[in-house]
């Protein structure tokens, strides 16, 4: 995850605005949104003084993948090309990422609130997928799957195109149906 992700996902989830991070953190506004869009790296002094006010700290974890904020940012960028396949590909990278870490890492790559997509449905999936892994280690799961928000109005499929057979709903896991998304079991153990 990029110091720019890392900082955005810190601050939304203790629901601070720039403005606020940057009083609590003796930095000007304009210096968090410079870090935050990319524009400036900070050190890692930096960032961890504008993460303590956000209850967040850096650690330093084994491992490789992508994480929730990683997966959201992708999932974001393929919808905006209007890329399905590239949509899929994502979210099965970040379900493999989830199915192959152990536990700790499991709760670490799913712990930071991703950013909206700009799909109610790849939103809804990427809480249910990782409610789904998290539940099957009996995990705790962040406030942030639990969110009714990340719900879907009625049962929706997002990884299918129109000519696709609709998933059946006794493959679907509970995690997704509560949800609404209607992505089978087996979809998620082809990654």
Not at 33 to 61: D, F, N, Y
Not at 78 to 100: E, I, K, P
């Amino acid at each position: 995850m990029s110091a720019s992700a890392l900082l955005r996902a810190s601050r939304l989830s203790a629901h601070l605005s720039q403005v606020e991070l940057a009083k609590r953190s003796a930095t000007s506004q304009p210096d968090v949104s410079a870090i935050e869009s990319g524009k400036r790296v900070p050190t890692v002094e930096t960032l961890e003084r504008l993460l303590e006010p956000t209850g967040h700290r850096l650690i330093a974890i084994p491992g490789s993948g992508p994480d929730a904020v990683d997966t959201a940012e992708r999932i974001a960028a393929t919808v905006r090309a209007g890329n399905r396949d590239g949509t899929l590909r994502a979210f099965l990278d970040y379900s493999a990422r989830l199915a192959h870490a152990g536990r700790v890492e499991r709760v670490i790559l799913s712990y930071a609130e991703p950013g909206p997509t700009g799909s109610r449905a790849w939103d809804a999936a990427l809480a249910a997928v990782s409610d789904y892994w998290l539940n099957k280690s009996n995990l705790p799961r962040s406030d942030w799957m639990m969110d009714p928000a990340r719900a879907l109005a009625g049962p929706e499929a997002p990884h299918l195109g129109d000519l696709d057979l609709a998933p059946d709903s006794n493959e679907v896991p509970d995690e997704f149906l509560r949800r609404n998304v209607l992505i089978e079991r087996t979809t998620l153990a082809s990654v």
